[in-house]
């Protein structure tokens, strides 16, 4: 019997290795290569400078970008779309416009082509040059190993100047004062490294500054530069001025970073450019269909304000859009009034395009008139949302949402939200029973229903008509109420409202206002097994109960990611939260009032940063947040305390089931209800994401993620119902959990991510060992006891953050 097995083993062995061997041999790109072909294998890039480089990741990164021929992509070291190409190539060879060759599903295998290093070369010093390194120098070579080639750029980058003087030359004296007064915005800063694209951005800067000052007609194109390298301190032979000026070159070429002036020449051919132009007529169309519209008599014709409105149907009251209008009868043109009337037309979310041209009056020269065309979008809207996960606390859970959204409740660009959700999380045990079905348990159900209200304004009794034009305002009215039933332990539903104003301080800065909030929470049923756990656990007894939270809450928030424009950002949220000390100054008044009430302040704070670079973003989040009871109150309210684990959080452990601290109750049984809570929390987070595959000429990207999560939850006090459970600094490196993993992303046409992650514990903060709870050496994947207690695998929708 254990000869025949062994036999059996070694067949399996055979076949496994044939299988490898086969697949291995169609994964060569080079098995199509004639004799005297080789298959591009890779570029790389060296920078080698005598002085330090900024940003020299990015450089090296953008120089490969400019190389003219690119090898082939790799998975993880293999060529997938090669061997796609591979496995049906007598096809592919006679029809070169197959849409999986155009849709780029599949790769021909890239044969080396040596005259393509020139142009590269070429490119590159252009680059350099465009940089300030202008005597940038750039070698290739091409190493040969079997049919592969390997092309190396060695780029000396030579020095790089730095910027001294910048002079003006313009033949408009009105327009040098502007520049004059707004020369702290320059891009142009005495005693930085130098580059073309400096002068680029300074042409942009003085072009807007100049239509924000009425210059309707400027062009950039009037605006050039001259730059001077020679500095004038080493022309010393007056005598031989050519040996003076190759002296001066030389010299330049030792120094560590020269000097170079820069001038701005300003000189319009058209005199218009230098006219300042004034806004006259403004007629909207908010329901504009075409050009005929513009010789229809039988349009509804208003004038409000100055302004004149023609529209088919009345879709929006004229005054909601009056309010998000920036341009005035009378005014001098400006760009930025421009941007932001389209910006905040936008934001109301009811027209599908917004198109704002402007013709000049012939009644004078220097008057504009100003046509706001704009296209209806569909008003109402229908989604639904499917998730499914499992975990080692559940064998599958099921999320199912519908929503609904009216964006123009009361013709007023009010948007309605209504939201239905339901769910399902069952257990499964296969000794359970014979039939299959019998063998799932159900273990929670959960629904809900939320509804809000989002209007353009601020809902106040006092009139706040500058901050309604400059800041994008928002009042969110929301009510809803979610229902939750634990199998076999307790019944909550929790009723919430809420008043929200929201408004931007700057493109970067929001603010959101709550100066009131509540929630009603209750619990119909608790049965008696989980009552008695209840009984002999304070924490858990104060956390599961009946309370009415009523509170104010600020938050903060910036990101430069709209500033940036595809490239690296940032994000930071701050924000304050307080309950109970309204509803205690009213309980000192009248003394009869129902004490009942959850006394707390929270602090949050989420700071993130994106690294981009082209085919690859390295994400980082830092996470921390303190809920402080007070007053009658000995823990936060259930909803309000902070957890950990989940697809958007520690990814090595199942959401609510981590911690709190080194406290290890329960943590060996993982069948029960298990929500595992606290009132302090730390979290950093770090991801590598690289794009993988595209398909449908890009309409599906599927990319992948290598990730790292380290963190934990905490007790503010000391409990003996969770020894370790409270938080100190004396044994925080302990308390601190660690997973890593990696996951695959598939983005659908840019709309949503579908999000797979697998992600195991590496450091345990409830294991003893001696080893500060690392697990390094217990790690064994070929182990299938160690795999069902370990990998966690997470199925969620967008990006953990």
Excluded at 288 to 311: A, C, Q
Excluded at 535 to 546: I, K, Q, V
Aim: overall charge positive; proline content about 3%.
């Amino acid at each position: 019997m254990s000869q025949r097995r062994t036999d059996h083993n070694n067949i399996l062995v055979a076949a496994l290795l044939a299988f490898l061997s086969s697949f291995l041999y169609s994964c060569d790109a080079t098995k199509h290569l004639r004799e005297n072909e080789y298959l591009l294998r890779s570029n790389t890039v060296h920078l080698q400078s005598e002085n330090k480089i900024k940003h020299k990741a990015e450089l090296k990164d953008n120089l490969a970008r400019i190389i003219v021929q690119k090898p082939n992509k790799y998975t993880f070291g293999i060529p997938t779309k090669v061997w796609l190409y591979n496995i049906r190539y007598d096809k592919y060879q006679k029809d070169t416009t197959n849409f999986q060759i155009k849709s780029k599903t599949v790769e021909k295998p890239v044969v080396y082509d040596s005259s393509t290093l020139r142009r590269s070369a070429q490119n590159m010093k252009s680059y350099m040059v465009n940089q300030g390194y202008f005597y940038a120098h750039i070698d290739d070579t091409t190493k040969f190993k079997g049919k592969k080639a390997y092309v190396t750029y060695d780029v000396q980058t030579g020095t790089n100047y730095l910027l001294n003087k910048v002079n003006l030359d313009i033949d408009d004296s009105a327009i040098t004062e502007i520049i004059r007064n707004n020369s702290k915005e320059s891009a142009l800063v005495k005693g930085t490294e130098f580059s073309m694209s400096q002068l680029e951005t300074e042409r942009s800067r003085i072009t807007a500054l100049l239509k924000n000052y009425g210059y309707y007609k400027f062009s950039q194109e009037s605006i050039t530069f001259v730059i001077d390298t020679l500095n004038k301190a080493y022309l010393q032979n007056a005598e031989n001025p050519f040996a003076s000026a190759v002296n001066a070159i030389e010299e330049q070429k030792k120094a560590e970073k020269p000097p170079l002036d820069v001038t701005m020449i300003i000189r319009a051919e058209d005199p218009s450019e230098y006219r300042k132009y004034v806004i006259n007529r403004i007629i909207i169309m908010p329901d504009y269909e075409d050009r005929k519209d513009f010789r229809d008599s039988t349009m509804t014709v208003k004038n409000i304000d100055g302004v004149t409105f023609r529209y088919h149907h009345y879709y929006v009251r004229s005054r909601v859009i009056l309010k998000h209008i920036y341009l005035e009868h009378g005014r001098i043109f400006s760009q930025n009034d421009l941007e932001q009337t389209q910006s905040k037309l936008t934001e109301l979310g009811v027209f599908q395009t917004i198109n704002i041209r402007f013709r000049e009056d012939t009644s004078a020269d220097n008057l504009l008139n100003c046509y706001i065309l704009m296209n209806r979008t569909r008003r109402f809207d229908f989604s639904t949302n499917y998730e499914v996960s499992s975990g080692s606390t559940y064998f599958l859970g099921n999320t199912l949402s519908f929503s609904y959204r009216d964006k123009n409740l009361g013709k007023g660009a009010n948007l309605l939200s209504i939201s239905l959700t339901g769910g399902l999380e069952t257990s499964y045990d296969e000794n359970k029973a014979d039939k299959i079905f019998d063998r799932f348990a159900l273990l929670n159900r959960y629904y809900g229903i939320n509804t809000s209200i989002n209007f353009p304004k601020f809902l106040v009794p006092f009139s706040m008509k500058d901050a309604s034009r400059r800041n994008l305002p928002r009042t969110i009215i929301s009510l809803g109420t979610n229902f939750q039933d634990r199998i076999n332990y307790f019944t909550l539903t929790n009723t919430t409202s809420s008043l929200i104003y929201n408004f931007r301080e700057t493109r970067e800065k929001t603010w959101d206002i709550s100066p009131a909030f509540a929630n009603v929470i209750r619990l119909p049923r608790i049965d008696d097994a989980f009552q008695a756990r209840l009984d002999t656990n304070d924490f858990l007894r104060n956390s599961y109960r009946p309370t009415f939270i009523e509170g104010e809450n600020l938050a903060f928030t910036y990101s430069d990611q709209e500033k940036k424009k595809g490239g690296s950002y940032s994000y930071l949220r701050l924000s304050f939260e307080e309950a109970g000390g309204l509803l205690q100054g009213i309980n000192l008044l009248v003394p009869s009032l129902d004490s009942s009430y959850s006394q707390y302040t929270k602090y949050d704070f989420d700071a993130r940063h994106y690294f981009k670079r082209r085919h690859s973003t390295t994400a980082f989040r830092f996470y921390g947040g303190i809920g402080i009871p007070y007053g009658q109150s000995n823990t936060l309210p259930y909803i309000k305390q902070y957890y950990a684990g989940g697809a958007y959080s520690i990814r090595g452990w199942r959401i609510r089931t981590l911690g709190p601290g080194s406290d290890s109750t329960g943590q060996a049984n993982n069948n029960g209800f298990v929500d595992r809570t606290g009132d302090i929390k730390l979290e950093f987070n770090g991801e590598y994401r690289f794009d993988m595959l595209q398909l449908f000429t890009g309409a599906i990207k599927l990319n992948g993620a290598v990730f790292a999560d380290a963190g934990n939850i905490w007790l503010a006090r000391k409990s003996s119902d969770f020894p370790g459970g409270n938080f100190t600094f004396s044994t925080l490196g302990q308390d601190i959990a660690v997973s890593t993993g990696a996951g695959i992303r598939m983005d659908i046409a840019g709309f949503f991510v579908i999000r797979l992650d697998g992600a195991f514990p590496v450091k345990k903060p409830y294991v003893f060992n001696g080893n500060g709870g690392w697990v390094f050496n217990e790690i064994a994947f070929d182990n299938s006891t160690w795999r069902a207690h370990n990998i966690v695998v997470n199925i969620a929708i967008g990006y953990p953050f």
